[in-house]
């Protein structure tokens, strides 16, 4: 099977396209199979969650969409160049919050004498405003995820790819930036692709959940989420459904086990 990976035309009917998609590492016994035939389409302004056990290929595969990696097999094809935001903040602690932001603007080749104004509008959006000359020390856990997601949306990519963003972050912290980024997806119309291994995130966060089974990674089952937002961890329609999801994820981790 051809390995491409491809960016979109202009019309398109999804932000990004996996098509029978795998992916292998060589070890010192052979070939490792991370990812087995993955077919998965992302609509425009979809928010899709990726939830699986640890270990199970959500991270090797967001990696592909976002095109730092090649897959062993498949195809994958995007609108245009993802943007990719990390569980690490990964900003430039040398740089204030608006500069770590206009490197982003720079780089996209907007002109210098309009990337502070657009970095002011981004760390606004974000719901920073006044932050611009602050240094990466000087900010929250939470404050730097939302100055590395302003920084992921001045890319202006059609496709945000988050991995496990706030993971590392307090329970508090965490529930905020879920409303947060509710808020901003549903503002700017970006796609999200997000991978968690927290069922209830995925839940809170998605309009459909994507169960990757153990290694290799094969989609074992998807569910639409109707909820309607804003959706609250503790609400009973997450709850419920949730523990649906979990009993899935655990039948596929016994099943992983014996073998």
Known sequence: MATTLAKAEQSVEYAARIEHVSKSF????????VLDDIVLDVAPGEFVTLLGASGCGKSTLLNLVAGLDQPSAGSIATDGRPALMFQEHALFPWLTAGKNIELALKLRGVPKNERRERAEALLELVRLQGSYGKRVHELSGGMRQRVAMARALAQDSQLLLMDEPF????????????????RIWAETGVSVLFVTH????????AQRVVLLSSRPGRVAREWRVDIPQPRRIEDAPVAELSLEITEVLRGEIRRHGQH
């Open 167 to 182: 993971a590392a972050l307090d329970a508090i912290t965490r529930d905020l930036l879920h409303d947060e980024l509710t």
């Open 26 to 33: 060589a070890t010192p016994g052979g070939q490792q199979l």
């Open 198 to 205: 927290n069922v209830r995130e995925a839940v809170r966060l």
